[in-house]
């Protein structure tokens, strides 16, 4: 049986940078995890089918289905996310304040995010790497009256706009964990141990025991002093819950939020070859939907055909012209929960109920970005809907189209930021240690106590790096 001074579960945004923070003041420090080193040739369908958990059909079930795609990989959902960074936005620190009684300020988080900065190279994307599906966007928006979008910040260096950052970037161009940090964590010592996953934990006095299997199905057994739980919002909780971890293990799995999101897709009349550049390189807030942030993306042409609400010959035509297609995004800051559980013989169970709110807020997002294509010369667009016309060539039969009979269970949506279901003041304390315990703490996403309402991958790091320095 191995002994380290401290393990981590989980090599993603969060377990990666507390491994980064410890090991300046431990010596032995172990990461599992579940997936194994990426190779950067793999096809976009590859990375869908073996990276992408379950082939990325994992969804939220309840008045819609609702994608929440999350990575298995050294460098867990990094490696599949579009490497957008944003800081914590201020009023939601304000709000865990005062709802949740969480004792965190921006200014305290603010060096963190400097350190990010430099760890992750971030910069805002330069004008000649912006995909022209998003540079269109930008023009139906300036014709709009809107001149405010802004190009994104992201973690990357040296990016040459290949256009596949959520596939795996081939040119290790994005700094997901695995390129910015686990290779500084191997240098100074650190261990990480892949393909192997952890399923029992006990918390005894002076020690924590670690029981998982290797993917050859080979029993492993650990021994640490203190334990970082960092497998991500929907596994973390499992965990917590399968092993009666702390006091509040009964509370865990539940206050899920995802930021659901919806995308448009515009066809012109001219090529555009959308794949190139940066999918995610601009955003842009529209002052009449404050909830809803929209940001740039583009799905490769290897698997245009799942994003696209079509069937037979209008699903064709989209994919024959491909090469003429521009598409955005819209995420809403979510005021809907939902909970993760795992049953035995059924696995992973997660529910999601998608409000009024939540709802008519994106389906306004969706319509507002068709008439932006639109007024940027689209020829047609077509909205992620389900039985309800979701064609439109028109700017003013879209405008004043009467969606009211569309209901949450017709949307083709996904929600790619799972946060929440071990939130800090419900499980874990401030300082992410599980309420109860002595020795368990969690850092990834589940902590993150409410919506953001903007990419979380920054957050849940400086949460995790001040985890490290205060522990
Ligand atoms: C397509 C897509 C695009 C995105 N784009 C952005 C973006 O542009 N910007 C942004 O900020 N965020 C983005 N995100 C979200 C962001 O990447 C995640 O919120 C973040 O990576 C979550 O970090 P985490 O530490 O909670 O978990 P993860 O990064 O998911 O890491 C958890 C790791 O733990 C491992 N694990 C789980 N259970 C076990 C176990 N029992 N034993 C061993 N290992 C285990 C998993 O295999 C995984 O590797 C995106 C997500 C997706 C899916
Ligand atoms: S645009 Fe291409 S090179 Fe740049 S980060 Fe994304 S996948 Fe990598």
């Known amino acids: 049986m191995k002994k380290f001074d401290i393990c981590i579960i989980g090599s993603g945004a969060g377990g990666a940078l507390a491994a980064y923070g410890l090991q300046k003041k431990f010596d032995s420090i172990a990461i599992f995890e ?36 999350t990575g298995e990989a050294i460098g867990g959902t990094t490696v599949i996310n579009s490497g957008t960074c944003f800081e914590t936005p201020k009023a939601v620190i304000q709000e865990w304040k005062e709802s949740l009684d969480i004792n965190i300020s921006y200014e305290e988080l603010s060096p963190y995010f400097s350190k990010l900065r430099e760890l992750l190279s971030i ?35 040296e990016c040459v706009g290949s256009g596949r950052c959520p596939f795996v970037c081939p040119e290790a161009a994005k700094q997901s964990t695995d390129v910015s940090i686990l290779p500084k964590f191997l240098a100074q010592g650190g261990e990480v141990i ?26 492993i057994k650990s021994e640490c002093r203190t334990l970082v739980i960092a497998g991500g919002t929907l596994s973390s909780p499992i965990l917590i819950r399968k092993n009666r971890l702390g006091s509040h293990w009964r509370k865990t799995g539940n206050e899920l939020s995802i930021h659901p999101a919806l995308k448009v897709l515009a066809q012109l ?30 799905t490769p042409p290897q698997l245009a055909s799942i994003v696209l609400p079509l069937d037979g010959k209008n699903l064709d035509d989209w994919l024959q012209n491909y090469n003429r297609v521009a598409s955005f ?54 909205l992620p809907f389900n039985g309800i016309q979701n064609e439109f060539s028109n700017f003013d039969e879209l405008k004043n189209f009467n969606f009211s009979p569309l209901k949450p269970s017709q949307l083709y949506a996904m929600g790619f930021h799972p946060l929440g279901t071990c939130g800090m003041g419900r499980v874990v ?39 490290a320095e205060q522990l």
């Open 123 to 157: 910069q805002k994307v330069s004008e000649d790497r912006i995909s022209s599906g998003n540079k269109l966007f930008r023009e139906g928006l300036q014709k709009l009256g809107f001149q405010n979008s802004f190009p994104l910040d992201r973690a990357e260096k």
């Open 34 to 69: 579940k997936g194994d080193w990426v190779k950067r040739s793999q096809t976009p369908l590859y990375a869908l089918s073996h990276i992408y958990r379950d082939q990325g059909f994992v969804s939220g079930m309840g008045n819609a289905l609702i994608g929440i795609p």
């Open 329 to 382: 995004g819209v995420l809403a800051k979510d005021t809907s929960r939902g909970k993760v559980r795992s049953y035995p013989g059924f696995g992973l169970w997660v529910w999601y109920f998608l409000n009024q709110k939540d709802f008519l807020a994106l389906r306004e997002g969706a319509r507002f970005m068709g008439l932006t294509y639109l007024a940027a010369g689209a020829q047609k667009v077509v």
């Open 194 to 219: 892949s393909n192997t996953s952890i399923t029992h934990i006990l918390e005894e006095k002076d020690k924590v025991l670690l029981y998982g299997k290797t993917k050859e199905g080979k029993k």
């Open 429 to 467: 304390d401030d300082h992410l240690k599980l309420y109860g315990s002595q020795r368990i703490f969690v850092a990834d996403g589940s902590v993150v106590p409410s919506s953001l309402g903007v990419n979380p991958q920054i957050t849940i790091m400086a949460l995790a790096l001040r985890l």
């Open 269 to 298: 009349s001219y090529p555009l070859e959308s794949w190139n550049g940066v999918p995610q390189a601009l955003g842009f807030k529209h002052p009449n939907f404050p909830a809803l942030s929209f940001e740039g993306v583009f």
